[in-house]
C-alpha cells in the first residue's frame, strides 16, 4: 500500500503501532510465566512507547484533519494546466444534482465528450432530474478571435477551426438530446434546461461550476488557456465566489440575442430547439451533410 505524506492513513498506523507494544505488554503480564517475564524497565520502555505513539497519532490526526478543513475553506490550485483537470470536470458536472455552467474559449474537450458520451449522462439528468445547464464559448464569427489567436501565438485560421468544432459539436448534442426527449418526454417526471450560447466578447476567464463547486482560471497573452492554471474557489470564499458567479451572469445576460447568440435551447415543455441559422452562418450551407457525417462516426 503506498501512503501520501498527508494521508491520515500515516497516524492510524503509528497509533495501532503503540496498540500493539501495549498489547504485547499486557499479554505477557496475562500469562505472568517466568518464560514470558519482563526486566521492569523494558516493560516500563514498552509502556511509554506505546502510549506515546497512541497519543502523537491522536495528536496528528487531530490537526491534519483540522488544517485539511482549514484548507478546504481557502482558495487552492488544483491543477497547474487545465489540460489535466479535464477528468475532474468531466465526473463533477455528470455528479451535479441542480446546475453546470461552463464558460471558456472553445470548449472543445467538454463539448466533445458530452455528444460522444454513449451513456448521455448529463442529457438525462437534464431531461429526468431537472439539472440546468449552461454553457458558453466565443463565436467563431466574433471579433476578438483574430485578438486571441494572436495572443495565443497561432493563426486565426487554427483558432477559429477549433471554434468551429465547437459549434459542430453543439449540432451533435441537439440532435443527441432531440431523439433522447422523444423517447423520454411521456414518462419524464421533472424537466431541467440546457442552453448554449456563443458569446461575442473576451470572457477572460473560464468558470466551470457544478452545484457549489466552482474552478476558474485565467487567460493570458504567454500561452494557450488550456495550458494556464485552474483554481477552485470554495463558497466560504464569499467575495471572490460571487464575483466570478456574477461574471458569468453578465456575461450571459448580455449575450442573450437569440438570433446573434444562442446557438441551443431546451425549455420544457417544448423540445430542444437549434438555431439553424446561427449554424449556417458559422459553418456554411453544407453544414447539415458535414454533421450528419460527425454523428455516423
Not at 490537526?63 to 470536470?89: C, D, P, S
Not at 461550476?209 to 485565467?218: N, R, S, T
Request: glycine fraction near 4%.
Amino acid at each position: 500500500m503506498e501512503f501520501r505524506k498527508d494521508s491520515p492513513l500515516i497516524d492510524l498506523v503509528i497509533m495501532l503501532i503503540g496498540l500493539i507494544l501495549l498489547l504485547v505488554v499486557v499479554v505477557i503480564s496475562i500469562l505472568n510465566a517466568p518464560t514470558f517475564s519482563l526486566i521492569p524497565a523494558i516493560q516500563s520502555l514498552l509502556e511509554a512507547a506505546g502510549t506515546s505513539l497512541i497519543a502523537a497519532g491522536l495528536v496528528s490526526f487531530l490537526l491534519r484533519q483540522f488544517y485539511a478543513e482549514r484548507q478546504r475553506n481557502e482558495i487552492q490550485v488544483v491543477a497547474t494546466k487545465r489540460l489535466t483537470a479535464e477528468g475532474k470536470y468531466t465526473q463533477k458536472k455528470y455528479d451535479a444534482r441542480e446546475k453546470v455552467d461552463i464558460l471558456g474559449i472553445a470548449l472543445v474537450g467538454g463539448l466533445k465528450e458530452i455528444a460522444n458520451d454513449l451513456e448521455q449522462k448529463l442529457l438525462k439528468h437534464v431531461l429526468q432530474e431537472s439539472v440546468q445547464v449552461r454553457l458558453m464559448f466565443l463565436s467563431p464569427l466574433a471579433p476578438y478571435v483574430q485578438n486571441r489567436a494572436k495572443e495565443e501565438g497561432r493563426s486565426f485560421e487554427d483558432l477559429e477551426k477549433d471554434l468551429k468544432q465547437s459549434v459542430i459539436h453543439c449540432s451533435s448534442i441537439f440532435a443527441r438530446l432531440d431523439r433522447l426527449y422523444r423517447q423520454i418526454a411521456p414518462q419524464r417526471p421533472y424537466a431541467g434546461r440546457f442552453e448554449i450560447r456563443v458569446i461575442d466578447m473576451c470572457p477572460h476567464c473560464t468558470i466551470f461550476q457544478a452545484d457549489d463547486e466552482l474552478f476558474w482560471g485565467i487567460y493570458t497573452s504567454a500561452e494557450r488557456g488550456d495550458h494556464c492554471a485552474v483554481l477552485q474557489v470554495p463558497r466560504q470564499q464569499e467575495k471572490v465566489y460571487n464575483q466570478l458567479t456574477q461574471h458569468f451572469d453578465a456575461l450571459w445576460r448580455l449575450n442573450s440575442d437569440v438570433e446573434k447568440n444562442c446557438l441551443l435551447s431546451y425549455f420544457d415543455p417544448q423540445g430542444p430547439l437549434l438555431n439553424e441559422r446561427l449554424v449556417e452562418r458559422i459553418l456554411g450551407s453544407d453544414w447539415k451533410s458535414y454533421l450528419a457525417q460527425e454523428i455516423g462516426r
